[in-house]
């Protein structure tokens, strides 16, 4: 129990959680109410008539292994659970309250600053405008850095399962809100997606003067040449960070890459164990923190992940990895130290 206050006292630097993410069944279910729809999942035609109920739903995306679900209807996966909850989110109100929910949940066990991925196309794909997704963002942002303490910016996802065209003319779009846009990356489903499709994306990026990052699924085929080409090409000569990658940990030459360039990597603990054996998790997070690369503890989606946010997973991994104080300084700083903050704010941090 201490440990756990202890965890939730320490300053915090969150670098990789989905926005829409975070979107807890309460929420959804007043946005739902707010908005006047009635809830449910289109594959399987069912409706959920009660918080209760939607609650009981996040549980049908729990995709653990040998995980017995009652009935096939109960049963779907992290991206229908994921992208359904997209569709409470229509106006400016909606993304403020989405954030300011988010604000508010990690506030709370003190992160101060954080910078947090959305999805833009998942939103203008249902006709919501840029000025009510950004607006929302933006108001929220500059309420959190004022009444809370908490400095955020955001990082512009793609969905790496929709065309590069898509991903080029979101980007256009973006362009008016550069302001409180730091970086990009890509998400969503990562089977036959290498980062490369996306390569004049990130070149156009980077000119422009955002930072990089990309998803490297820990369960994707082919995961350690989409690796290879994050940090050797993507960009014109490699991304800022890297999103998970834990699969890094099998290839010497990757480790090796990654530890030159001193590319940082967000790992989320409870987004890996969720579906994949301890065994195999723990000793590449512990592998990674070993070689001295930057590894920094994150969340991803707390709201779909059993309500696990950032403090949680950092105690899992004290725990698991055997990390002692010392470690969890270390993983505090790369925090701080892989972050897109000015040198003020990070200063301000340590
Ligand atoms: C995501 Cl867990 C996960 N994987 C890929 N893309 C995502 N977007 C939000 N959560
Ligand atoms: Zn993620």
New binding site residues.
């Given amino acids: 129990a201490d440990e756990n206050a202890f965890m939730r006292a320490l300053p915090k630097v969150e670098l990789h959680v989905?926005l829409?993410?975070t979107l807890t069944p309460e929420l959804r279910w007043k946005l739902a109410q707010r908005n006047g729809m009635t809830l449910g999942l289109e594959r399987t035609g069912v409706t959920y008539t009660s918080l209760e109920q939607l609650k009981a739903s996040y549980a049908g995306a729990q995709i653990r292994p040998g995980h017995e679900f009652d009935n096939e209807e109960e049963k779907f996966t992290?991206?229908e659970a994921?992208y359904g909850g997209f569709e409470v989110l229509k106006t400016k109100q909606d993304f403020y309250d989405l954030a300011m929910n988010y604000f508010n949940r990690v506030a709370a066990i003190n992160v101060r600053y954080c910078e947090v991925?959305f999805?833009p196309q998942g939103h203008t794909n249902r006709g919501v405008s840029w000025d009510a997704m950004m607006g929302g963002l933006r108001d929220a942002q500059a309420v959190a850095g004022r009444d809370l303490n908490l400095y955020c910016q955001w990082i512009m996802?793609f969905m790496r399962d929709l065309s590069p065209e898509s991903a080029m003319e979101h980007y256009e779009a973006s362009l008016p809100y550069h302001d409180i846009i730091i970086g990009i990356g890509l998400?969503?489903?990562?089977h036959l997606r290498p980062p490369a499709l996306f390569a004049d994306l990130y070149k156009r990026a980077r000119q422009d003067g955002l930072f990089l990052t990309c998803?490297c699924?820990v369960a994707t085929d082919n995961t350690h040449e989409h690796i290879r080409q994050v940090v050797l090409d993507i960009g014109g000569n490699g991304v800022d960070r890297i999103d998970h990658g834990l699969n890094a940990t099998e290839k010497p030459e990757l480790m090796e890459l990654i530890q030159d360039r001193g590319i940082g990597m967000t790992v989320?603990p409870w987004?890996y164990l969720r579906h994949q054996p301890v065994d195999e998790v723990i000793p590449r997070i512990r592998a990674l923190h070993d070689a001295g690369i930057k590894i920094a503890v994150a969340s991803?989606?707390p709201a779909?992940m059993e309500d696990v946010w950032v403090a949680h997973n950092l105690l899992l991994v004290k725990k698991m990895c055997e990390f002692d104080d010392r470690d969890m300084v270390t993983l505090a700083r790369n925090a701080i130290d892989m972050s897109w903050g000015k040198e003020e704010v990070k200063t301000r941090l340590l």
């Fill in positions: 989905h829409e993410g992290f991206f994921y991925f999805d996802c998400d969503s489903d990562e998803h699924d989320c987004s991803d989606d779909y």
